[in-house]
């Protein structure tokens, strides 16, 4: 069965330091991957989707980027952090084609929270 | 571009009491859509989905929800609400096709309060 693992859990870093958020997918190859932030109050945001390896599309500008480097492997980093930057960030895949199976769906990792202070 | 709207942000019920979330999306074709429900928390957890074909669709933990193309909505429903089922709930829909496909669009989401 597929798994998705999104680490670390719980993170706190400073205003201007790096920040590097990695999930990774197990038990299925080619997936579509993604990367939301939930910030209080704002409901779900997409910021980075990604169809293949080196394929990244960013849906807002910001702080942030994103990169694919292995086809199940899905990081999101930043140079620097800024107090905006917290939240809690989701990771999530699904399969390449969608259709009517129950399993053709989003499914989400358990999430990061970050807090810039 | 897509978007969706969920009008209520808090929304108060009696436990045993029926339930309706609003749901309202804005898509160019025929859309695919989704309700999640998130723990204090928690990651996402789908409730159902709708693609095709019956309009109403039954989902987890006695959810159910109808697609009504006429009025560009997705309401959730639940007859009897438990107290289990406080959480935030997330109405989405999906890119079926084209360059975007496959990028999924949440509402702001609704806080389900559930009093004793």
């Known amino acids: 069965s597929q798994t998705i693992h999104q680490w670390p859990a719980t993170l706190v870093q400073p205003v201007g330091s790096p920040l590097s958020l990695e999930c990774t997918v197990e038990?299925?190859?080619?997936?579509?991957l993604y990367w939301y932030r939930q910030a209080a109050g704002r409901g779900l945001q997409l910021l980075f989707y990604?169809?293949?390896?080196?394929?990244i599309s960013s849906e807002v500008p910001q702080n942030l980027s994103a990169s694919r480097p292995q086809d199940r492997q899905f990081i999101l980093s930043s140079k620097k952090l800024l107090l905006s930057d917290s939240g809690f960030y989701l990771c999530?895949?699904?399969?390449?084609?969608?259709?009517?199976?129950?399993?053709?769906?989003?499914?989400f990792g358990e999430g990061s929270w970050l807090t810039v202070v | 571009a897509q978007s969706v709207t969920q009008p209520d942000i808090h929304i108060t019920v009696s436990e045993g009491a029926s339930l309706e979330l609003r749901c309202n999306y804005s898509?160019?074709?025929?859309?695919?859509l989704f309700w999640y429900v998130q723990s204090p928390g928690q990651g996402l957890q789908l409730l159902l989905k709708?693609?095709?074909?019956?309009?109403l669709v039954q989902g987890i933990k006695g959810f159910e929800a109808e697609f009504k193309r006429s009025q560009s909505s997705f309401n959730l429903r639940k007859p009897s609400v438990h107290w289990s089922d406080a959480a935030e709930y997330f109405c989405?829909?999906?890119?079926?096709?084209?360059?975007?496909?496959?990028?999924?669009?949440f509402g702001q989401g609704t806080i389900l309060t559930v009093h004793p």
């Open positions: 038990g299925t190859s080619n997936p579509n």
């Open positions: 990604s169809v293949g390896i080196g394929q």
């Open positions: 999530a895949w699904s399969p390449q084609h969608l259709g009517t199976h129950w399993m053709d769906t989003i499914y």
């Open positions: 989405a829909v999906m890119n079926a096709g084209g360059t975007s496909y496959g990028k999924l669009t």
């Open positions: 709708y693609f095709s074909g019956d309009t």
């Open positions: 898509y160019g074709a025929t859309p695919y």
